[in-house]
């Protein structure tokens, strides 16, 4: 009589494990995959940001096996979100994402993301890139964190001169770094720099009178533009005019020494230009990307 109880709490325990299983199963709602994407990361020290609601960004998701889930699909803010196509499966899924949607991003579960031979000769171009693992046990709802995979320059000046000196900035030139390159996630500094041969004009007046120069406070000079990340030992070749009081301007020309920076991916770096009575020096400043 024991052992035939025994058994019997055997079976009824196991019906009682099948029956949860039943009931979960049963109870188990397929929802489409939906995205959080956010600009930045959410610490103390660079606060994230949502992502825009009028662009869009390509993504893939990975299975167990490496399978694709989705092949570079665009995603676009809607009624109910971002939302992809799919269905989320029963497993968790690896994302890898990008934006611009229009560059020639790839993705290999082997090699991750790679861009080729990317130009970055006009420096107008900002690229996002993110990554996360989720699954649906744990949160429907997939925070992509976009993080940007180049660099932010810009120029000031200011002068030490004497009182009664006046300054203008026709024309600086950025010369010898690398505008073209191969970015791959799985690289350590992600990018590969092809030849330190370019030159950027960073500000050109033409037939215009510049930019004044004070010694009080420094102006900017130029539009803000992207590098792709790299040693950048390029110099600056600055055009500007002078004059004392009232008295006709004289044109001059002054190369820098090399800036010798680092240019890390997502840092944004402010170059100041001071013209000394012996010599124009710069300074270098770095900060966190401004998301807002």
């Known amino acids: 009589m024991k052992r035939f109880t025994n058994i019997l709490g055997v079976l009824v325990a196991a019906a009682l494990l099948l029956s949860g299983c039943v009931k979960q199963e049963a109870t188990w709602a397929p929802v489409n995959i939906t995205f959080k994407p956010l600009i930045g990361h959410d610490t103390r020290a660079v606060e994230s940001v949502p992502f825009p609601q009028d662009r869009s960004f390509n993504v893939w998701a990975v299975g167990l096996l490496n399978d694709i889930y989705l092949d570079k699909e665009e995603v676009s803010y809607g009624s109910d979100g971002w939302v992809a196509s799919k269905l989320w499966p029963r497993h968790e899924l690896s994302f890898a ?5 229009e560059i020639p991003m790839e993705y290999s579960p082997a090699k991750g993301l790679q861009l080729k031979d990317f130009d970055c000769s006009k420096g107008d ?15 429907e709802v997939v925070t992509l964190r976009f993080d940007h995979i180049l660099s932010r320059v810009d120029f ?66 130029g539009e803000e533009f992207y590098v792709i990340p790299q040693i950048c030992t390029a110099v600056l070749e600055v055009t500007y005019e002078l004059r004392y009081g009232t008295a006709n301007w004289v044109p001059q020309t002054e190369i820098t020494e090399p800036l010798n920076t680092y240019w890390d991916p997502s840092k944004h770096y402010t170059y100041t230009l001071n013209l000394r009575m012996d010599k124009l020096t710069h300074t270098t400043g770095i900060s966190s990307w401004d998301e807002r």
């Open 156 to 221: 000031r000046m200011t002068h030490s001169l004497p009182e009664g000196m006046s300054v203008r900035v026709k024309k600086i030139d950025m010369i010898g770094y690398g505008s073209e390159g191969n970015y791959n996630v799985k690289h350590t500094n992600g990018w590969d720099v092809k030849n330190n041969d370019f030159t950027y004009h960073v500000y050109d007046a033409g037939q215009g009178d510049g930019v004044d120069v004070y010694s009080a406070s420094a102006q900017y000079v």
């Open 125 to 139: 171009i900002d690229i996002l890139v993110a990554s996360a693992n989720a699954n649906i046990e744990d949160n």
């Open 97 to 101: 994402a990008y934006w611009p949607t």
